[in-house]
């Protein structure tokens, strides 16, 4: 596990805070990804609702990581940024895993959601803009949403 506050992506002028979290691909450790986010958020000044939205959004994100990214053995890393500006959070989720094709993880199966489907609605909903860039042909996935403040 590492934590590591970029000081090079620090803009005192423009107010950019960024920092990143490495974490095993293993359930027990998502809860560090949203403590590391309300810490943040906290210190820019979110409400507790913003506050709330957004570890909701982290955790669907990460948790599609872990459990597909690495198959059962988990023996993978997933990456989050989070970077703070004065009128923006990001935080982006990246891991070296099977990848997916994000269409098909957004696709209906007549009123049913696919498996994973529900997650990314959730982030999209939550989200002011999401990018999800996978192909299972290459490995890896990232997924990067955006909350305006």
Do not use: C, W
Request: no cysteine; aromatic share 4%; proline share 3%.
């Amino acid at each position: 596990m590492e934590l590591v506050t970029d000081t090079a992506d620090v803009d005192v002028a423009g107010g950019i805070r960024t920092v990143r979290l490495r974490i095993p691909a293993k359930p027990e450790y998502i809860a560090l990804g949203r403590l590391a986010l309300t810490g943040l958020a906290q210190a820019r000044g979110l409400d507790s609702d913003t506050i709330a939205d957004l570890k909701l959004a982290l955790t669907e994100a990460v948790s599609n990581s872990v459990r597909h990214a690495y198959a059962a053995a988990g023996d993978g890393q997933v990456d989050v940024r989070y970077e703070l500006r004065a009128d923006r959070i990001s935080i982006e989720v990246v891991d070296d895993g099977a990848g997916f094709d994000p269409e098909e993880a957004l696709s209906f199966d007549g009123d049913e959601l696919s498996e994973g489907g529900l997650g990314i609605a959730i982030i999209r909903a939550i989200a002011d803009d999401v990018e999800i860039e996978s192909r299972p042909e290459v490995r890896g996935s990232r997924l990067r949403l955006v909350k305006n403040l």
